[in-house]
């Protein structure tokens, strides 16, 4: 069957997430985006995991699903025309800040794992290295091979994907602290990678350009710390749904199980572009090559983006692509349509009331910005949201770039 799952979230264990960010919250928003399998996130946290174990119980193979008296509630907010099966798959983010070869590393990986034991071994492992109470994403000083070796002898299918691999800070690939390469991030453990998840700053055709990462599936996840983000980015599945389907669709990316990802337009992401917000420079990377990646205001060094980054590492041209490359497609979320469209906030009592509107008579989101046919929705607001989602579907859309932690905007109308 196909399905859409988001597997990098967080709980509200996690800094700076929302209050919402809980099981049942996760299970409400899911049935509204139309994502069937969803991230528990968080499982290294001690309270989390409690909560996991009272919440949770076994459902499809390798897979969770809210036992019935926590659901019950979430399900009464739900349209009927929402309601679906969710399941969750036990995942965890770990911060990794240590220093190799004389620098100091900062690279975040994606834990998965089949079982609540699996969770437990690797927990305490990571208990015996570092504080892993103090936040729902953990930073530990450890090296992300020797993390990825933890999470190997918990299980042999418990998986490893770097994390959001471009961003400048923290990631595998990123500028500020980062590799030049998979291998020289995991060394002899390089083989057990085999997927990789591009981040909200770039999307598969920027990473295409990387002749190196051909043989990683690219996965996307929203990284959400709001439930109202689940789904901003999601990967498509052809398998069925449970764990070892899932896993086995990313080694192989056989396109009768795996089906590609849902991404939003990479110039939205917050580090796009190069550039320094407190200036108000931003700069596509040919602009700060010419000013030998300084800025040109303060003088300081600039802030590098995931398309500089990208461009670094290329040996191929923009546009190009591997051979039977994976399906993949853009969304802009319901609510910034709305907004757009309105002339109104997202979370204006207006957007929510016309997109609770819309869930209750057409569907999850995913289902209205991906399938639905734009006709149906001629009556919305003059037939402006119709006209918004076949500009999107066409990729008519109008890119302002995000740069140095601003987030970019995507509008489709003037």
């Known amino acids: 069957m196909a399905f859409a799952a988001d597997l990098h979230v967080h709980s509200h264990y996690s800094r700076a997430t929302s209050k919402d960010c809980t099981l049942e919250g996760l299970h409400g928003w899911a049935q509204r985006k139309g994502v069937r399998v969803v991230g528990t996130g968080d499982f290294t946290h001690p309270l989390w995991f409690a909560e996991l174990r009272q919440k949770l119980m076994p459902s499809a193979p390798g897979l969770f699903r809210l036992r019935s008296e926590y659901s019950a509630s979430a399900n009464s907010e739900i349209p009927p025309a929402c309601r679906s099966d969710i399941e969750f798959l036990l995942t965890a983010e770990i911060s990794s800040i240590y220093k190799r070869d004389g620098r100091t590393r900062k690279v975040h990986s994606l834990l998965l794992v089949p079982d609540l034991d699996s969770a437990v071994a690797i927990n305490a492992r990571l208990a015996a290295i570092g504080n892993i109470a103090s936040d729902g994403r953990p930073i530990l000083g450890l090296d992300p091979r020797d993390l990825l070796e933890i999470v190997l002898e918990a299980h042999p299918d418990a998986c490893l994907i770097p994390a959001h691999i471009w961003t400048p800070w923290f990631s595998m690939l990123g500028s500020k602290s980062g590799f030049d390469s998979v291998e020289e991030c995991f060394g002899d453990l390089t083989e057990h990678i085999f997927a990789v998840e591009t981040g909200l700053s770039s999307d598969p055709p920027m990473n295409w350009r990387v002749g190196a990462l051909d043989r990683f599936t690219l996965v996307s996840n929203s ?3 709001s439930p ?17 389907a899932v896993l086995d669709a990313l080694r192989t990316r056989a396109p009768a199980t795996f089906g590609g990802t849902i991404d939003l337009f990479p110039e939205q992401g917050k580090y796009h572009l190069d550039g320094h917000r407190k200036c108000g420079v931003c700069l596509e990377p040919e602009g700060s090559l010419a000013n030998d990646d ?14 500089h980054r990208v461009t670094a590492l290329a040996d191929r041209p923009a546009g190009a692509q591997p051979g039977n490359p994976p399906h993949h497609e853009y969304i802009i979320p319901l609510p910034d349509l709305l907004s757009e469209i309105t002339g109104v906030g997202p979370n204006s009592k207006r957007v929510q009331r016309l997109y609770h509107g819309l869930l209750a008579n057409h569907g999850p989101e995913l289902i209205i910005l991906r399938q639905l046919p734009p006709e149906q929705l001629a009556d919305v607001e003059s037939g402006r949201l119709a006209e918004a989602i076949r500009r999107l579907r066409a990729g008519k859309v109008r890119r302002t770039p995000g740069y140095d932690g601003q987030f970019g905007t995507i509008r489709v109308f003037q």
């Open 294 to 307: 300084i800025c040109p205001v303060c003088g300081k060094p600039l802030v590098l983006g995931v398309l």
């Open 223 to 225: 990284d959400l710390h």
């Open 228 to 244: 109202k983000n689940l789904g901003r980015n999601a990967t498509l599945f052809r398998c069925p749904v449970g764990y070892f």
